[in-house]
């Protein structure tokens, strides 16, 4: 009887050893195809960032190159308007200076027409022919000054808004 329990003994020993190889094999092969499973997800991962961050470069750099086209669009923009800035002057100044210096004189029309209403015809012709001329009046050259800085003002408001209209309609597109 003795020999027969240690014949089970040993059989069961065996059994024992073998359940808990096959235990250890299984775990071992579980593990294998868990790890096998965890690396092609980490490289599925891997590739989608890599995909998102070689997308976000692309926008990046169209938006940097759309911001670089703005950029030169504003610096010729702003050339252009000084350049009509610095003409407009120099065209003020010039005439200015013709006005001041009596080489230019500014006048303005005078009404012809009498207060009796003779539909615009002179009561009385001038002694140096008979032409009907529009009469005018000379100004002063202070006021004739005046009127010439008064629009030269206007001007630059007038191209001061067209660079601004200017700009929003690039933005707007």
């Not at 965890?38 to 070689?54: F, G, P, Y």
């Not at 005046?146 to 629009?151: C, P, V």
């Amino acid at each position: 009887m003795k020999l027969d329990a240690v014949k089970w003994g040993g059989v069961l020993l065996t059994i024992l050893f073998l359940m808990a190889g096959s235990a250890w094999a299984a775990w071992e092969w579980q593990a294998n195809a868990y790890g096998q499973q965890l690396a092609e997800q980490n490289a599925t991962h891997q590739t989608a960032l890599t995909d998102l961050a070689n997308a976000n470069s692309a926008l990046i750099l169209a938006e940097q190159g759309k911001r670089l086209a703005l950029e030169q669009w504003l610096a010729a923009s702003d050339q252009a308007h000084y350049r009509a800035l610095t003409d407009a002057k120099t065209n003020q100044d010039r005439l200015r200076d013709r006005i001041a210096t009596a080489d230019l004189r500014l006048s303005v029309l005078l009404d012809a027409t009498p207060a009796t209403g003779s539909d615009g015809m002179q009561a009385t012709t001038c002694s140096g022919g008979v032409v009907h001329a529009t009469a005018r009046a000379q100004l002063d050259r202070a006021h004739a000054q005046r009127i010439i800085g008064i629009t030269g003002d206007g001007d630059q408001g007038l191209i001061a808004l067209k660079a601004c209209q200017n700009y929003i309609n690039m933005i707007v597109r």
